[in-house]
């Protein structure tokens, strides 16, 4: 088998462009993906390369490298807004996990209960694709196209996520169910960013779900529906089934479809109090 561990993103891209190998970051999804199947024979670990390290404040934005380990957003002095990706990666395994796995890994993985991916959405994240051709970019709903696929096309790797700057004071907040409180995957998760106005109703709404159908999703009509809705009604507020129309969950061994949306609602309602009460007490 052929290792390699290359310092610089040129020598990583010069690698795939020589041939299949195998891109492996913090190696959580990678290896456990493998079952019984012996390893692919070469192995190009990228966690070496300090351009795809790192979270940086952009002319617009924020920049978030590729091999970030969540232990790193966890801790990163970020704005409010980014207060729901912050939780998520807080849920992603136990703390050893988020020491070794990155961002790209959990998009790249194209899990359907990838924990980061419905906070992302809400941050309207692009992902930056680079290969020894140049670098391109693409919205994150485009890059995770269905369950385990993604846009990359050969010899390509995510170099990083970009990320617009929220709007001025935004909150954020995120829910998960599974069926214990820790060390599990997603029945249902639920990320929201909200901004409010100076009467103290909701002047935007970003709703992302995941666990809920092949690849994360936004719910639009519910964005809309709360738009002026004051900040004290959300606890009780109703959603209807049209507001969750873009999701299809399945049964599996976890829960129903019929128990995932009931439990959406209840996970929006709860993410949304976490984001606005915040807000509603001005700290932060
Ligand atoms: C015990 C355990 C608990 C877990 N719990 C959770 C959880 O609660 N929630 C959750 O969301 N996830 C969970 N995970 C999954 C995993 O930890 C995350 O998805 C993690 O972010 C994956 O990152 P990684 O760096 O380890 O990816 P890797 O395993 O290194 O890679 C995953 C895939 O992405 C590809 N890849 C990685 N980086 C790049 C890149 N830059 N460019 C192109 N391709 C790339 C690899 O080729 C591979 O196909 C858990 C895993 C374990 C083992």
Redesign the pocket.
């Known amino acids: 088998m052929a290792y390699s561990a290359p310092s610089t993103l040129q020598g990583a891209l010069s690698a795939l462009a020589a041939g299949p190998v ?12 493998l079952r019984d199947a012996p390893a692919p024979t070469d192995l190009l670990d ?1 966690t070496g390369i300090a351009e ?1 390290r790192g979270i940086a404040r952009t002319p617009t934005g924020w920049r978030i490298g ?2 970030t380990r ?1 232990s790193e957003i966890v801790r990163a002095d970020l704005p409010p807004a980014f207060d729901g990706l912050k939780a998520a990666g807080r ?4 703390v050893q ?1 988020q020491n ?7 998009l ?2 194209a ?1 359907p ?4 991916v419905p906070p992302l959405l809400t941050l309207e994240a692009e992902v930056e694709l680079a290969s020894d051709r140049g670098k391109r970019r693409l919205p994150l709903g485009e890059f995770i196209s269905g369950v385990r696929q993604v846009a ?1 096309r050969p010899g ?4 990083a996520l970009h990320l617009p700057d929220p709007p001025a004071g935004a909150r954020a907040g995120f829910a998960k169910l599974g069926s214990r409180r820790y ?4 029945i249902a998760m639920v990320a929201v960013l909200v901004r409010l106005d100076g009467a103290g109703a909701i002047a935007e709404a970003r709703i992302a779900v995941g666990a809920c159908s092949p690849v994360a999703r936004r719910l639009p009509a519910l964005e809309v529906m709360l738009a002026g809705c004051p900040a004290a009604r959300l606890a009780g507020f109703d959603i209807a089934p049209a507001h969750l129309e873009p999701l299809a969950p399945i049964d599996d061994l976890r829960g129903t479809a019929a128990y995932r949306l009931d439990a959406v609602a209840e996970l929006c309602r709860r993410a949304l109090a976490e984001a606005v009460g915040v807000a509603e007490r001005g700290d932060g």
């Open positions: 195998a891109v492996i970051a913090g190696g959580t999804d990678f290896y456990p993906g990228i795809l590729a091999c969540w849920e992603v395994g136990s996990i070794a796995a990155t961002v790209a890994g959990n790249c993985n899990s209960a990838a924990d980061g990359l390509e790797l995510v170099a060390m599990v995957i997603s």
